[in-house]
């Protein structure tokens, strides 16, 4: 094989990952279940592994609700998020909490304030495919009037 095909074949095949198309999954069919029951099944990868750990700690009290699962769920379910989850220090939380829009990323990605009537918890009010794993830009419907305001870095 001559160097430019090669070349070509590897750009057409690195443009989808440099375009940024953040398409996660599939999950586990237990985490789905579990999770996906209440809120989108979020990406294990938009969390370090502390993060994960803390919130699979306090099941008992997640966010209002008692989401206590049986001890071999929450064994597979764990490891599945330790296994999969960021080795990046842009995705642990800034503070002792474990919420995703505590992240630095989260925070430069979607800047300081959510959508009116809205909130940033609720991922499928933007992004419309968030339940098959797909946050990619495409798939952005953006309530009527907002815009993002990212923070002034002097």
């Given amino acids: 094989m001559k160097p430019l095909p090669i070349a070509a074949l590897l750009a057409v095949?690195?443009?989808?990952?440099?375009?940024?198309?953040?398409?996660?999954?599939?999950?586990?069919?237990?985490?789905?279940?579990?999770?996906?029951?209440?809120?989108?099944?979020?990406p294990p990868q938009l969390l370090t592994a502390p993060g994960w750990q803390r919130v699979m700690a306090q099941l008992d009290k997640h966010y209002g609700v008692d989401a206590s699962l049986d001890a071999k769920r929450h064994a597979a379910i764990?490891?599945?998020l330790r296994r999969?989850?960021?080795?990046?220090?842009?995705?642990?939380?800034?503070?002792?909490?474990?919420?995703?829009?505590?992240?630095?990323?989260?925070?430069?990605?979607?800047?300081?304030?959510?959508?009116?009537?809205?909130?940033?918890?609720?991922?499928?009010?933007?992004?419309?495919?968030?339940?098959?794993?797909?946050?990619?830009?495409?798939?952005i419907r953006l309530p009527t009037g907002w815009r993002r305001v990212k923070e002034r870095r002097d």
């Fill in 84 to 139: 999969a989850a960021s080795r990046g220090d842009k995705l642990a939380p800034t503070e002792m909490t474990a919420r995703m829009t505590k992240t630095a990323w989260f925070a430069r990605e979607h800047g300081p304030t959510p959508p009116a009537k809205t909130s940033f918890a609720d991922c499928a009010a933007c992004h419309t495919a968030a339940d098959k794993g797909d946050y990619g830009e495409r798939g």
């Fill in 13 to 42: 095949f690195a443009a989808p990952a440099l375009a940024g198309d953040h398409a996660y999954g599939p999950f586990p069919a237990d985490y789905v279940e579990e999770c996906a029951s209440c809120h989108v099944a979020y």
């Fill in 78 to 80: 764990a490891d599945f």
